[in-house]
Each structure stands twice: as structure tokens, then as C-alpha cells.
T-cell receptor, first 115, second 113 residues
């Protein structure tokens, strides 16, 4: 158990809908990262938050947005869902702002299926 | 083009045998290289982290090597066990972009009895 929790574990929805994925980082970790992993694809970095502020952006679509709250949990919002958004979404946390030689701990993931 | 390439894409070995997975990267400037193990449907778990000054790092039966000059790394698994069946992902951190991580697509390893 990495100490990172994600809810829900599974999510099935229809095209055009909007969903929210939730992540609670390890106790004491200030950075939260979101990743997308599609079938047969590597992990794609979406976005990072550090202590409530957006720190880095990767290949995140405009239909997707995220935020980190004062209690450090984070939510990833996916809207106008398309079939291609079906994937595993992972949250990871780490103690510091950057990943230089710092461990990154991954949650169990949320499997999103868009029908 | 992906800056981190892994080979082979998949591998099947018998329990008890050794195997070596390869990672070539073009990420520059280099900060560090990580190997993760990802069981099917679960989040990746870190095995090793190495900077350019570290040539070898071990974690139990897992030994990673790094040649920063040729930009190659390998992960050697000794005396494989059924529980080693997983995807092994090579990740290279870039020094000048907030140490952003570049992920390989992974090598899928199946250990059979």
C-alpha cells in the first residue's frame, strides 16, 4: 500500500458526460501528479500541483482540469467525454516540489470506461 | 518520437531463470533514471532511482545498471519468481524542466512455472 488513495476504483459513463476523479496523497506529501494510461500506451503525464498551486502541465486536454484543495487532496475533472478517454487514471504524490531524486508514490488508479 | 525506448516489448521466461530488460533514452539534460514495476491494473511501484554518477543499484533480486555516456540502462532480474510477472517501466527525468519524467512504454514480463 503506497498510502495514496484514489476514488472511485471504477467508473463507467457515457460520451458527453462529465466525471470527477479524487486523489488523497500520502500524509505529508505536498505534490500531486495525474497520469493517464491508455491500453497499450505508456503513462502520460497530465498535470502537477504543489501545495495548492499548479506546478507543471503535460499533455492535458482542454476538456480536462484539476485542482488541489487546502487539505492537499486533488480532483481531476474530465468533461465532454469521448470514447478515447477510456483509460486508467493514476494519481501520484511526492514530498517536494520537484522530483529530483525524490520518490513518487502511485495510487491504485481509477479505471474510466466511456461507452 | 518517444525519448525513452524499451526492449523487448514482451518477454516470457521460466521460473528461476534470469533476464535482462533494456532501456535506451535520448532525454537531455539527464537528471536521473528510474525503474518501476507495474502489476496489471495497479499503480507503478519504484524499484530503483539512479543519478548519472551511479552505475549500479540493487533492490533485492533486481539490479539496475546505467551507462550515462551511451544513454543506456538495464534491469537484471535474478532467479525469477512467478510474482515478477508484471510490466517494467523505465523512466528518465529531465534536468531543466522541473525534473519532468519521461516514461517508456514498458516491457511486459511473464514468468511461467
Amino acid at each position: 500500500d503506497s498510502g495514496v488513495t484514489q476514488t472511485p476504483k471504477h467508473l463507467i459513463t457515457a460520451t458527453g458526460q462529465r466525471v470527477t476523479l479524487r486523489c488523497s496523497p500520502r500524509s505529508g506529501d505536498l505534490s500531486v501528479y495525474w497520469y493517464q494510461q491508455s491500453l497499450d500506451q505508456g503513462l502520460q503525464f497530465l498535470i502537477q500541483y504543489y501545495n495548492g498551486e499548479e506546478r507543471a502541465k503535460g499533455n492535458i486536454l482542454e476538456r480536462f482540469s484539476a485542482q488541489q484543495f487546502p487539505d492537499l487532496h486533488s480532483e481531476l475533472n474530465l468533461s465532454s467525454l469521448e470514447l478515447g478517454d477510456s483509460a486508467l487514471y493514476f494519481c501520484a504524490s511526492s514530498p517536494r516540489e520537484t522530483l529530483y531524486y525524490n520518490e513518487q508514490f502511485f495510487g491504485p488508479g481509477t479505471r474510466l470506461t466511456v461507452l | 518520437k518517444n525519448q525513452v525506448e524499451q526492449s523487448p516489448q514482451s518477454l516470457i521466461i521460466l521460473e528461476g531463470k534470469n533476464c535482462t530488460l533494456q532501456c535506451n533514452y535520448t532525454v537531455s539534460p539527464f537528471s536521473n533514471l528510474r525503474w518501476y514495476k507495474q502489476d496489471t491494473g495497479r499503480g507503478p511501484v519504484s524499484l530503483t532511482i539512479m543519478t548519472f554518477s551511479e552505475n549500479t543499484k540493487s533492490n533485492g533480486r533486481y539490479t539496475a545498471t546505467l551507462d550515462a555516456d551511451t544513454k543506456q540502462s538495464s534491469l537484471h532480474i535474478t532467479a525469477s519468481q512467478l510474482s515478477d510477472s508484471a510490466s517494467y517501466i523505465c523512466v528518465v527525468s529531465q534536468a531543466n524542466s522541473g525534473y519532468a519524467l519521461n516514461f517508456g512504454k514498458g516491457t511486459s514480463l511473464l514468468v511461467t512455472p
